[in-house]
């Protein structure tokens, strides 16, 4: 709603402000206008500007766009009502208008429309007075109106070329409670999406992962997903690849499946003095191995015949406090 709210704004200033002014001296009337207007419920700020008309034009005259016609018109006393009705490609509106001379050198009026732009339906209310300050030279209205919407055209190009290239799919696809109309680069998904397969390709062996990790954090999982593709399809063969040729710390840190499987099979139970030399590497990067061995069990076996029984705590503790008592002498 605020793009085409934007947009609706552009194109009545190009019915409503005249001309740009092109120097302050001319063969024209030079004029201060202040204008007010609401569209489908949004309301504008007053915008107070300078506006060229030709030389003895009638004000109605600075309402109406180069698609417009009048369709009838009425003068009664000092005030001036007419029709219209404007056309352009599949955009058609009609309206009113009412215009009050207040001497020669000042007026009011009002307009009202309603129809479709840009393949909406709309409506809009206008209030506008004006006063003669001056001459200048007139220029078409509609060339400063197309060219601020050139400059705001260009301006979203800009934003979505940046967007493309920071793989960031949310202009382009949307997400949960982004109105349509806030789609500003819906119309170049292709583009986005050739760009993502691009930088994607990159990735089939772990520095080329790396690389685009680095530089796109997750962004490349969700514009992989928004294009149509599973991203484990790209990261499974990377991970593959990284198991083929032993990049134990890339499994372990982008291939948490591969090592869950690879220390279960070669690590777990086992110590850095049990495991099987071929696998301590792999171990050692994606752990699993314990630092000591079991436990020895509480019960001890029975001492074989002729074997002294082992000496416990108590018996030491003992033997320690007969020779302390000596040294002591009590």
Known sequence: MAHRFTTLTLAFLGLVAGAHVHAQQGPDELWETTMAMESDGMKMPAMTQSVCSPKG?????????KNCRTLESKQSGKKFTFKFACEEGADKWTGTGEME???????????????????????????????????????????KADEMMA??????????????????????????????DALI??????????????????????????????????????????????????????????VSTKDWSFVGS????????????????????SVAPAARDLCAALGGLSYTASAPSAAKAAPQPGEAPAEGVGDKLKKGAEKLKKFLKF
């Open 254 to 273: 982008h291939c948490p499946t591969e090592a869950a499987s690879l220390r279960k099979e070669n690590c777990n139970g086992h110590t850095y003095t």
């Open 151 to 180: 400059q705001h055209s260009a301006m979203l190009a800009k934003e979505c070329d940046k967007m493309i290239a920071e793989l960031e799919p949310t202009m382009f696809f949307g997400m949960e409670g982004l109105p349509p």
């Open 101 to 143: 001379d207040l001497g020669a050198n000042a007026y009011r009026g009002k307009m009202a429309a309603s129809g479709v732009r840009e393949g909406q339906p709309f409506k809009m209310n206008m209030e506008m007075s004006g006063r003669k300050i001056g001459g200048c030279t007139y220029e078409d209205p509609r060339k």
């Open 57 to 65: 034009a009638r004000q109605e005259q600075r309402m109406m766009d």
């Open 185 to 242: 680069c819906k119309d170049r998904k292709t583009e986005f999406c050739a760009n993502v397969t691009k930088v994607t390709a990159g990735m089939r062996e772990p520095k080329g992962f790396l690389a685009v990790q680095e530089r796109y954090g997750e962004k490349w999982r969700a514009a992989s997903q928004a294009c149509g593709t599973d991203p484990t399809k790209i990261s499974a063969p990377v991970c593959a690849n990284a």
